[in-house]
């Protein structure tokens, strides 16, 4: 089991509709990520959230919407979003937003979208 | 701008065989970490090892070991004594100041076979 949890796993919703990933760590890192990843393909990079601020968002479209309420918990919230949009979903944290810092995964959500 | 690279084509390992996964990269930055992580196919992203730029000794995580030559620009993965559950794909990432983000390479696949 991973100490970073993502809810939910699965997820298929249509192009209008509104929803949320949640990802939530208890191991006390500042550092935490959103990736997106296609099939047979690295992690990219969406969002980083350093000591709850937004500290890079890597151009992604606005029908993503990060947001860090506290430091153990990370949401993406979705709205209209693309059919090209499905894709796993994966969060990460670290002790903290370094080059020696290893990030550490969840399970991944994945997200059909309709 | 960074760059990882795995060039192995998808790799069948015999159990308990060793098995050395290639990783070149490039950066012109002197501090930088580089890191392993395997992901299986039910999508989790496990981290298995970190090597600093300035570590004099390769690392060492139990049955996993990082072949780290500095000159060449290499971080090799070696895996010992194979199991079936080492199958997955495996990515070599590194980070460095200039980028600041986790680079991945496009993935090793290893398929261990009894």
């Known amino acids: 089991d991973t100490e970073v949890t993502q809810t939910p796993k699965h997820l298929v919703m249509g192009m209008t509709n509104k929803k949320s990933l949640k990802c939530e760590q208890h191991m006390g890192h500042r550092a935490m990520y959103w990736y997106k990843q296609k099939a047979k393909k690295p992690p990219e990079l969406m969002f980083v959230?350093?000591?709850?601020?937004?500290?890079i968002n890597e151009s992604v479209p606005s029908r993503f919407s990060p947001e860090c309420p506290n430091s153990s918990l990370l949401n993406l919230h979705l709205h209209a979003l693309q059919p090209e949009d499905s894709a796993l979903y994966l969060c990460?944290?670290?002790?903290?937003?370094?080059?020696?810092?290893?990030?550490?995964f969840g399970d991944g959500t994945r997200l059909s979208i309709l | 701008a960074q760059k990882i690279t795995q060039t192995q084509p998808g790799m069948f390992v015999q159990e308990k065989e060793a098995v050395t996964l290639d990783c070149t990269y490039d950066?012109?930055?002197?501090?930088?970490?580089l890191f392993w992580y395997k992901q299986p196919s039910s999508g989790e992203m496990i981290f298995l090892i970190y090597q600093g730029s300035y570590d004099q000794q390769n690392a060492t995580e139990g049955r996993y070991s990082l072949n780290f030559q500095k000159a060449r620009k290499s971080a090799n993965l070696v895996i010992s004594a194979s199991q079936l559950g080492d199958s997955a794909m495996y990515f070599c990432?590194?980070?460095?100041?200039?980028?600041?983000?986790?680079?991945f390479g496009k993935g090793n696949q290893v398929v261990v076979i009894p």
């Open positions: 950066t012109s930055d002197p501090s930088y970490g």
């Open positions: 990432a590194m980070r460095d100041y200039g980028n600041n983000r986790l680079a």
């Open positions: 990460a944290s670290s002790l903290r937003d370094s080059i020696d810092q290893p990030q550490h």
């Open positions: 959230y350093s000591y709850e601020k937004l500290s």
